[in-house]
């Protein structure tokens, strides 16, 4: 999946941070610190508007921020979720090491691969607290992205990756 280089954006841009997801450039700004001047992109993430990140443009590629998946992508990663195994790994302190890793690297087809495995495994029993946890922020990541990605609401797909797990099971 190929990432442009963010210090090209402009105003109005979305991008995607690593922890808020996707996030709309309302400005660029200049502060200035300890006397020098720095550029910042200031950002408010689509799913929380009561929220605004200064990041500052010579540090993006070093927090994660990063450009959204191409929409031929994010259909890639929709269209491969029928043929995902489901393997749960079943020692707690390695699932959650395991899957920690997986929500919080840029790989959308693992993360896709891994909700899977958490809504199969969850329809048989229920998951734990700090599965659970692990789940919603993966679903909130992907799904944002996703969605940005395809044009879509969040809510819209949502209900559209839901429907694939589901008859993929």
């Known amino acids: 999946m190929k990432r442009e280089n963010l210090s ?20 660029i700004t200049s502060r200035k610190i300890d ?68 929500v919080h690297n840029d790989n959308l ?6 909700i899977k495995i958490f809504v199969v495994y969850g329809a048989e029993q229920k998951i734990s607290n700090v599965d659970q946890t692990i789940l919603n922020f993966g679903k909130k990541k992907l799904i944002s992205e996703l969605a940005i990605s395809l044009e879509k609401t969040y809510d819209n797909m949502d209900t559209i990756f839901s429907n694939i797990i589901e008859k993929s099971m």
Request: net charge positive; glycine share 6%.
């Open 109 to 114: 087809m693992e993360l896709a691969h891994l």
């Open 35 to 102: 006397g020098i001047s720095e550029s910042f992109y200031k950002l408010m993430p689509i799913n929380d508007a009561s929220i605004t990140l200064l990041i500052p443009i010579r540090l993006v590629s070093k927090i994660g921020l990063r450009n959204v998946i191409s929409s031929k992508d994010a259909q890639n990663i929709l269209l491969s979720i029928p043929t995902m195994d489901t393997t749960w790994i079943k020692e707690s302190i390695e699932r959650k090491r395991t899957y920690s890793s997986i």
């Open 8 to 27: 090209t954006h402009q105003v109005g841009d979305t991008v995607i941070h690593p922890r808020h997801g996707g996030c709309i450039i309302n400005s």
